[in-house]
């Protein structure tokens, strides 16, 4: 049976001419694009939360989303309907990659053991499917923040018997995405954070959740696991203030706990909105650190102060990303993951298709405008002009350490005034657009 019956698949390229809303307009697989092809550079991998299990239901109202492999009346066998529509979804879509949540792929069990013995079944279907199909993991994920029980966080919970069973659902979690031959595991601290600090004890929940990320690369030692772990910054909601609020302060937390060589950063646009920074920001800081991992390619509704999750549209937006990605050599084990939902009215599986085929596109977009950016080379050129005093022996010995304040009031007395220069914010925007 099929749940996609309108789409044939796999999506076909025709072009920026065609009227065709279920064609490519930019992206074409296998073109090539400074000496690699989109599919390559791009990597786009479909979530499965957002795009399979996600009904549509808000804060105000009930599902509203029309999902045909959602019917069956027993959990198993609508996880087993749901693999279905996935592999289906795939293919027709043409991408590579998935990522997934324990949860996401199948129910959690009466107890603990019928949830282990319910998430071995689904893997033992998905593998099969990754074989047939090509299709790989890009990354698997344990959800440790829909379950009551976590409700006062799983790694960082007041409570030892809750981070032992975190601590357990990531082990299966982490054993699931090796069997499948993930390229990587995210944490993303789902309620690993406070809502008041008057019952928190921050100290040491930071230190809980640190030790939690210690057991699992030990873990994944133990079992062969070569994967790259992924720590997923996000300021806040569900809780008030989550402790992995930006690239920043994930890096001094990695960095304080000694985990800095282990993990990388997946990051989210949504995510650096709420944390009040540019997602060029973000990328850039992790980049920086050497730690820029992956992407959880989506946007935010600037006007709603949430994480709405929505597909990318805009090609500043994703012009911005492929500026960083490419400065950074392109993507190696990460990818770009559309961690997006399609909108509550967008109630039609079709509407899934129409959503993932902008995103690519978007970024197909963005990747050919990244690349005549960096070839025109104007830019990058006014930027080292801006800092080019830095390259001549008095900047060099700052740099390096070497100069003490009084040095530099000697300076001061020897050269006089500095001469101000424009930033050109204005002039650079223009230039910009002249490739958008
Ligand atoms: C939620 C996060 C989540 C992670 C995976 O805001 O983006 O979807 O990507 O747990
Ligand atoms: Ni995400
Ligand atoms: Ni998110």
Redesign the pocket.
């Known amino acids: 049976m099929s749940y996609f019956p309108e789409v044939q698949g796999p999506i076909p390229f025709e072009g920026s001419s065609s009227k065709n809303p279920l064609a490519f307009k930019h992206y074409n697989a296998k073109e090539k694009v400074a000496g690699k092809s989109m599919e390559d550079h791009l990597r786009f991998t479909v979530?499965y939360?957002h795009t399979f299990k996600a009904n549509g239901q808000d804060p105000f109202g009930a599902g509203t989303l029309i999902r045909p492999w959602e019917t069956a009346s027993d959990p198993m066998q609508r996880a087993k309907d749901t693999l279905d529509a996935a592999f289906e979804f795939f293919e027709k879509l043409g991408v590579r990659f998935w990522a997934f949540?324990d949860r996401d792929i199948a129910p959690e069990g009466e107890n603990y053991d019928q949830s282990v013995k319910n998430l071995t079944a689904i893997v033992d279907l998905a593998e099969a499917k990754q074989k047939a199909t090509g299709v790989q993991l890009l990354w698997g994920?344990a959800?440790l923040f829909s379950h009551p029980r976590y409700q006062a966080g799983a790694a960082t919970n007041p409570d030892p018997d809750v981070f032992a069973h975190a601590a357990a659902q990531v082990k299966d979690a982490l054993e699931a995405t090796h069997r499948l031959g993930g390229l990587g595991y995210?944490f993303?601290g789902?309620r690993e954070g406070y809502d008041t600090l008057w019952n928190t004890n921050m100290k040491q929940e930071r230190e809980q959740l640190a030790m939690m990320l210690h057991m699992a690369v030990l873990h994944a030692r133990k079992i062969g696991f070569q994967g790259q772990f992924y720590i997923?910054p996000?300021p806040k909601?569900p809780t008030t203030h989550q402790y992995d609020s930006d690239a920043a302060a994930c890096l001094n937390f990695l960095r304080e706990f000694n985990l800095l060589d282990k993990f990388k950063l997946?990051l989210?646009t949504n995510?650096a909105t709420l944390a009040g920074h540019t997602m060029l920001h973000e990328l850039r800081v992790a980049r920086h650190a050497d730690a820029l991992g992956s992407i959880?390619a989506n946007t935010g509704d600037e006007l709603i102060g949430w994480?709405t999750?929505q597909f990318p549209t805009n090609i500043y937006l994703t012009t911005a990303i492929m500026m960083e990605v490419l400065e950074m050599g392109g993507l190696t084990t990460g990818g770009l993951n559309f961690?997006a939902k399609v909108r509550r009215q967008s109630h039609e599986p079709i509407d899934l298709f129409y959503a993932h085929i902008g995103g690519m596109d978007a970024f197909a977009r963005g990747l050919k405008t990244a690349v005549k950016i960096r070839e025109d080379g104007r830019l990058a050129q006014f930027v080292a002009e801006r800092y080019e005093g830095w390259t001549h022996p008095f900047g060099q010995k700052v740099l390096t350490g070497h100069r003490t304040l009084e040095e530099c009031e000697d300076h001061v007395r020897r050269h006089g005034e500095p001469t101000r220069k424009s930033g050109r914010q204005e002039f650079l925007e223009n230039l910009i657009n002249e490739f958008i």
């Open positions: 979530c939360w949540h994920t959800n995210t993303w789902g997923e996000k909601e997946n989210e995510h959880d994480d999750d961690d």
